[in-house]
């Protein structure tokens, strides 16, 4: 299963912009679910996870308080709803999941998750 993140866009610093990213056919009882971002140059870092079961969330602390992570068990779709954005939030953005909690994913490297796929471009215009 390829994961497929949508919503990505061209914004103005300050503005606000909504991901999602469903996972179709996964039983994700056990799984954190969560977004992590690649700049130009840069590696993949973590941004935020929630718990699918029990919606407990983690964030980096570079979005702590302008990121929101939220999912809708009814559609299997993870979203992350971003807020005062800034030009260091340009990135590549993608969604993953693995059997693990959202303090640990965040810890993981991206290419050790159980599933992951096709990012979308986010860019923050100064």
């Known amino acids: 299963v390829q994961l497929q993140a949508s919503g990505g866009g061209l914004v103005q610093a300050g503005e606000s912009l909504r991901l999602s990213c469903t996972l179709p056919?996964?039983?994700?009882?056990?799984?954190?679910v969560g977004w992590f971002r690649q700049a130009p140059g840069k590696e993949h870092n973590f941004v935020a996870a929630?718990?699918?079961?029990?919606?407990?969330?983690y964030y980096a602390d570079s979005v702590k308080g302008r990121f929101t992570i939220s999912r809708d068990s009814a559609t299997n779709t993870v979203y992350l709803e971003m807020n005062t954005l800034k030009p260091e939030d340009t990135a590549v953005y993608f969604c993953?999941?693995?059997?693990?909690?959202?303090?640990?994913?965040?810890?993981?490297?991206?290419?050790?998750?159980?599933?992951r796929g096709k990012g979308t471009q986010v860019t923050v215009s100064s």
């Open positions: 993953a999941a693995r059997r693990t909690s959202p303090q640990t994913m965040a810890r993981l490297p991206y290419y050790s998750m159980n599933y």
């Open positions: 929630i718990a699918w079961s029990r919606e407990i969330s």
């Open positions: 056919g996964l039983t994700l009882t056990t799984y954190a």
